[in-house]
């Protein structure tokens, strides 16, 4: 597959760093054969026909992008961005670092900005494995729910790259990227297209 056929001019201004408020005015394309209408979201219960389906994805979003910075090694202390994409144990993540060049296996990295309060003290990893493009493996000092609750104390919501690039996470983030549904801690990313239902 040709990704660089995806590719499109995408006006600043044009990009929502918000979503709508309230979720359901977001605008819904519609698409029936050859047809496009331009309509909202909260028409979309009269825009299903009989036998249609509607799945939801339950997941909630973890706050899994966590910065912090090498320590105990010789020279500089980079910061570190990882986000946290897949976990293999109670202590394991893979995970995408930048920059991904400064860490080595054996590495620690700190997370957590100094001086912030956390009932942990501190969220140390070693770096055991790194792959391809800036794919690391971290072993964190922490186990299963205790682990679970430092990277929720110190993690950011991980927002798309469209909107990361414009502006820094914050605390409103962790109500906006979750979905009327979401039940089942363990996702990475908001499932988007369910970010559009509100409470009616």
Known sequence: MRTDLFGFELPPERIALRPASPRDTARLLVVRGESFEDRSVRELPQLLDPGDQVVVNDTKVIPATLQGRRIGRAGAEPAIEATLHHRLDGSRWRAFVKPARKLAVGDIVRFGEEGKVCFLGQLDATVE??????????????????????????????????????????????????????????????PTAGLRWSRR
């Open 129 to 190: 494995a790194k792959g391809e493009g800036g794919e690391i493996t971290l072993s964190f000092a922490f186990h299963g729910p205790v682990l679970d609750q430092a990277i929720e104390e110190r993690g950011d919501m991980p927002l798309p790259p469209y909107i990361a690039t414009r502006r820094p996470a914050d605390d409103r983030d962790r109500g906006d990227y979750q979905t009327l549904f979401a039940r089942n801690e363990g996702s990475v990313a908001a």
